[in-house]
């Protein structure tokens, strides 16, 4: 990435960490079930989380007793980060210029890819951040989700792909389908383990935000793992030869 590059990434970063939408509503919801997920997958000692932002996994991370690096490339966030987690590492860097002192047991990337410039080149990165036998846990929204399809459609949006407004306002680049997000970790050279997926979102955020029980958000989470190809997030947990 060159210089230039680089100073327009941060600068991006910057902009989106100061009106930051990440862990609003029914996002904080997502987010908090992508780590019932992913607990499942854990092993070793070690964590690094790429890409924390508001910090809202970073909690559960942090209180599962194993040591966290908190990799963030927005200054804003990781003034936070540090406030909140003292004995934690935070690291302010972008991804492409991250050199670990260490290998890690555990990367976890959610909400990561569809911001990137490249995706297979942050996960070949990730890839060797990651011990032999260790576990990369990537979740990201689906373009199959049912409440895009049903955009679609509607006529809302032009195609499944297309970036919606709040899309936008998150900073993302790119929609995934469960076979482009497969083909990354391919392209990456490291073999998938499990192919998932969870929340069933028929409506918006908004939507849900005014009229959803949390009881009936839980259901539709668990939902969307019985049926990953049209859930409104999926992943990958895949396992570093």
Same mark, same amino acid.
Request: charged share 25%.
């Given at each position: 990435? $060159?210089? !230039?590059?680089?100073?327009?990434?941060?600068?991006?970063?910057? @902009? =989106?960490?100061?009106?930051?939408?990440?862990?609003?509503?029914?996002?904080?919801?997502? *987010?908090?079930? $992508? %780590?019932? *997920?992913?607990?499942?997958?854990?092993?070793?000692?070690?964590?690094?989380?790429?890409?924390?932002?508001?910090?809202?996994?970073?909690?559960?991370?942090?209180?599962?007793?194993?040591?966290?690096? !908190?990799? +963030?490339?927005?200054?804003? !966030?990781?003034?936070?980060?540090?406030?909140?987690?003292?004995?934690?590492?935070?690291?302010?860097?972008?991804?492409?210029?991250? /050199?670990?002192?260490?290998?890690?047991?555990?990367?976890?990337?959610?909400?990561?890819? +569809?911001?990137?410039?490249?995706?297979? @080149? #942050?996960?070949?990165?990730?890839? /060797?951040?990651?011990?032999?036998?260790?576990? *990369?846990?990537?979740?990201?929204?689906?373009?199959? $989700?049912?409440?895009?399809?049903?955009?679609?459609?509607?006529?809302?949006?032009?195609?499944?792909?297309?970036?919606?407004?709040?899309?936008?306002?998150?900073?993302?680049?790119?929609?995934?389908?469960?076979? $482009?997000?497969?083909?990354? %970790?391919?392209?990456?050279? =490291?073999? *998938?383990?499990? %192919?998932?997926? &969870?929340?069933?979102?028929?409506?918006?955020?908004? /939507?849900? /935000?005014?009229?959803?029980?949390?009881?009936?958000?839980?259901?539709?989470? =668990?939902?969307?793992?019985? &049926?990953?190809? #049209?859930?409104?997030?999926? &992943?990958?947990?895949?396992?570093?030869?």
């Amino acid at each position: 990435m $060159s210089q !230039f590059t680089t100073n327009e990434e941060t600068r991006r970063l910057k @902009d =989106i960490a100061a009106d930051s939408l990440y862990a609003a509503g029914a996002n904080t919801d997502s *987010i908090l079930h $992508s %780590f019932e *997920i992913l607990r499942r997958h854990l092993s070793g000692k070690t964590i690094l989380e790429m890409g924390p932002a508001e910090g809202v996994m970073s909690p559960l991370l942090y209180n599962t007793g194993l040591e966290v690096t !908190f990799l +963030e490339g927005a200054a804003l !966030f990781c003034e936070s980060l540090r406030k909140r987690f003292p004995q934690a590492k935070v690291v302010n860097n972008l991804f492409e210029e991250f /050199q670990p002192e260490q290998l890690f047991d555990n990367v976890i990337l959610g909400h990561v890819l +569809e911001h990137v410039h490249d995706p297979v @080149d #942050i996960i070949r990165r990730a890839k /060797q951040w990651t011990k032999p036998g260790g576990m *990369i846990f990537c979740g990201v929204p689906n373009a199959r $989700s049912l409440h895009r399809q049903a955009a679609v459609i509607m006529g809302l949006l032009k195609s499944e792909y297309e970036l919606n407004e709040t899309d936008i306002h998150h900073g993302h680049r790119r929609v995934f389908s469960p076979e $482009s997000l497969r083909n990354v %970790f391919v392209e990456a050279d =490291i073999p *998938i383990e499990v %192919f998932g997926g &969870y929340w069933m979102k028929p409506v918006s955020n908004r /939507q849900i /935000q005014e009229s959803w029980t949390p009881e009936m958000i839980k259901a539709f989470m =668990i939902l969307g793992e019985r &049926y990953p190809d #049209i859930a409104g997030e999926i &992943y990958v947990v895949a396992r570093v030869k």
